[in-house]
């Protein structure tokens, strides 16, 4: 079982910037990777960026390459999304959810959050 919770979204202009954060907890915790998804209101969930267990690998979205930067911190167990020139396209719920990458794609598995909400409007 794997708890996860996400803070960090709201309203930012256009070119700003903003950090996510994803508390995880349970006893599943080991087993995973962490990765960030994210629904537009009409669009599919997408996957934004993951990381593996061991902060070893790393996948990006290539609409985020560059913008978006993931990290974890094991000892407090908590992923972060860091959000840099943040774009009108970029508005979207921003889940996390544990994750498996598999040949430099990531996949949401199992447990996820309820969502944080992250608006790019001037």
């Known amino acids: 079982q794997v708890h996860l919770v996400e803070s960090g979204g709201g309203l930012v202009q256009p070119g700003g910037s903003l950090r996510l954060s994803c508390a995880a907890s349970g006893p599943g915790l080991d087993y995973y990777g962490i990765g960030w998804f994210r629904q537009a209101p009409g669009k599919e969930r997408e996957g934004v960026s993951c990381i593996s267990r061991s902060a070893d690998e790393t996948y990006y979205a290539d609409s985020v390459k560059g913008r978006f930067t993931i990290s974890r911190d094991n000892a407090k167990n908590m992923v972060y999304l860091q959000m840099y020139n943040l774009k009108p396209e970029d508005t979207a719920v921003y889940y996390c959810?544990?994750?498996?990458?598999?040949?430099?794609?990531?996949?949401?598995?199992?447990?996820w959050g309820q969502g944080t909400q992250v608006t790019v409007s001037s």
């Open positions: 959810a544990t994750a498996l990458l598999v040949d430099y794609e990531c996949y949401g598995v199992d447990y």
